[in-house]
């Protein structure tokens, strides 16, 4: 059984959409991190929550502990958006990484 | 990117042979990681370091060693490659207490022929 899940696994949207990836796990976090990776590229950590919600620009990430779910979504997106979002949980020193969310914006 | 160095950044090696991928921090972080991604596998963990002489095996360990002489440095050696460990690897290091966040290096794309 994986501790954590991401949905969906592909998604292809239009340049503008509002863009959301799912998280949801089963075992007990200190935290939760979202991470992008562009095609042959190296990994970023966009957020890290332990609870509520952050902003950075353009991408927003939520949390709920108490559903064990997080959520990424992505305002007015762009085709440079296009990359691998990975959600990875935070426990016991060491993270679990989901397998990712490959998103493509079409120009 | 800044604090965090991987090398090489890529191999090729045959089958059988030795080899060690080094990962170099200026960050003084006190975990460091060792992580192969691999399609439709995700990242994993190999081992990871939480001081130094301090390491300990993650879930896909078999066929690694790990050594950590020094706080910037953590050392990954494949003892004897083998076709199987043709991966993508990525060294994170992070800071103890919770709060610093994870930072990874570039990767080593390593083929094993």
């Known amino acids: 059984k994986n501790e954590v899940e991401q949905s969906p696994q592909n998604l292809t949207a239009q340049e503008g959409e509002f863009i959301t990836i799912n998280c949801s796990y089963s075992v007990g976090i200190s935290a939760l991190h979202w991470l992008q990776q562009h095609p042959g590229g190296g990994i970023v950590s966009l957020f890290m929550?332990?609870?509520g919600k952050k902003k950075h620009g353009r991408l927003i990430a939520t949390i709920n502990i108490q559903e064990k779910h997080s959520s990424l979504h992505i305002t007015a997106s762009h085709p440079r958006d296009s990359a691998v979002y990975i959600c990875a949980l935070e426990r016991d020193d060491k993270i679990i990484f989901g397998k990712g969310t490959r998103l493509h914006i079409l120009p | 990117d800044a604090g965090i160095t991987q090398s090489p950044r890529h191999k090729v090696t045959e089958t059988g042979t030795p080899v060690t991928l080094r990962c170099h921090q200026t960050?003084?972080?006190?975990?460091m990681y060792w992580y192969r991604q691999d399609p439709g596998h995700g990242l994993r963990l190999i081992h990871y370091?939480?001081?130094?002489?301090?390491?300990d095996k993650g879930e896909v360990s078999d066929g690694y060693s790990v050594s950590r002489s020094k706080t910037e440095d953590f050392l990954l050696t494949l003892e004897s490659a083998t076709s199987s460990q043709t991966s993508v690897y990525f060294c994170a290091i992070t800071g103890t207490g919770g709060g610093y966040g994870y930072t990874f290096g570039s990767g080593t794309r390593l083929t094993v022929v």
């Open positions: 929550l332990s609870s």
């Open positions: 960050e003084n972080h006190r975990y």
């Open positions: 370091s939480y001081g130094v002489k301090d390491t």
